[in-house]
């Protein structure tokens, strides 16, 4: 059984969560509203204030799309009361990030500026000019978007430099050794 997959999901106060044929859920809440189309042959069950996901059998395809499926519902449901949010951090001599309006510009040592304009659903706020929040309520767009603005420009392993996550680790390597011939 999947130890992920058979926990139930509490649907808190001030979420409306609702079934439809075929999967299709829809979600709710004070922060905005989420609606997915989910696997079909995973059953998914109200009871209460409780959402149960079971599968139908023990063949991998369904074992795979158990844990899946209550994640996606899970995420859904923490997406629209707390939201989700992720912080770039801009590292470098001479690079920024400016906002205006739903526009990003980012200065990151090329011969022009790059610009870069945010998802619906999606918000990117600039503190300082080196800090990027991402923030939203849908799990994958915050993350995507976040991934789009790192690969402008992602950090170099010699001296950091370019735009990283603010948890990530940079693993630095040496530079070159000077030896003499």
């Known amino acids: ?11 808190p106060a001030g979420v409306d969560f609702k079934l439809e044929e075929g999967n299709f859920v829809t979600v709710k809440g004070p922060k905005g509203t989420l609606t997915r189309r989910l696997v079909t042959e995973i059953d998914i069950a109200i009871d ?38 992720k912080t770039l951090n801009i590292v470098g001599t001479g690079y920024r990030a400016a906002k205006s309006g739903n526009k990003l510009t980012l200065t990151l040592g090329y011969s022009h500026p790059v610009e870069m304009t945010d998802p619906d659903g999606v918000e990117a706020t600039v503190e300082g000019n080196t800090t990027i ?26 001296k950091g430099k370019g735009i990283k996550y603010s948890t990530e680790r940079i693993r630095r390597k040496a530079g070159k050794s000077g030896k003499k011939v």
Do not use: C, W
């Not at 996901?53 to 923490?78: A, W």
């Not at 849908?138 to 991934?147: L, P, T």
């Open 1 to 11: 059984m999947s130890r992920i997959g058979k926990m139930p999901i509490e649907i």
């Open 133 to 158: 929040h991402v923030s939203g309520i849908d799990k994958e767009k915050v993350g995507q978007y976040a991934a789009d603005i790192r690969a402008k420009r992602p950090p170099e392993p010699y």
């Open 48 to 85: 209460g204030g409780v959402i149960k996901v079971t599968r139908p059998n023990d063949l991998k395809k369904f074992r795979s799309l158990h844990g899946l499926t209550r994640t996606l519902i899970s995420n859904m449901i923490v997406g629209v009361t707390t939201g989700y949010q």
